[in-house]
């Protein structure tokens, strides 16, 4: 696997309307927890989620996103396939949150 891929980032833009996380690499238990601060660091009444570059998602991942849902009320995640993958196989796959593909 390239080493491109599997770095990890979290990264923040917008205001307080609207705020757009952009996460990159793989998130797992080492990084789920960044993913989830980076998104509810700083409050905004519509927060979206880009995980379209993330090559990795685990179970610590899918807690952390739930745990986004309850925590944002008006958030939208664009997955990539790989997140849409596991969100499908983990039940999640019909969420009003998820983009559609």
């Known amino acids: 696997m390239d080493q ?18 952009v996460v990159t690499g793989e998130v797992d238990m080492a990084t789920a927890d960044q993913m989830f601060q980076a998104a509810t660091r700083e409050p905004a009444a519509k927060v979206t989620l880009d995980l379209s570059a993330v090559t990795f998602f685990d179970s610590a991942a899918i807690q952390a996103l739930v745990r986004l849902t309850d925590r944002i009320p008006h958030l939208a995640v664009i997955p990539s396939r790989r997140v849409r993958r596991v969100l499908d196989i983990a039940g999640l796959g019909d969420q009003t949150w998820l983009s559609p593909e």
């Open 4 to 21: 491109e891929e599997t770095v990890f980032s979290a990264t923040t833009e917008g205001d307080a309307d609207h705020r757009r996380v």
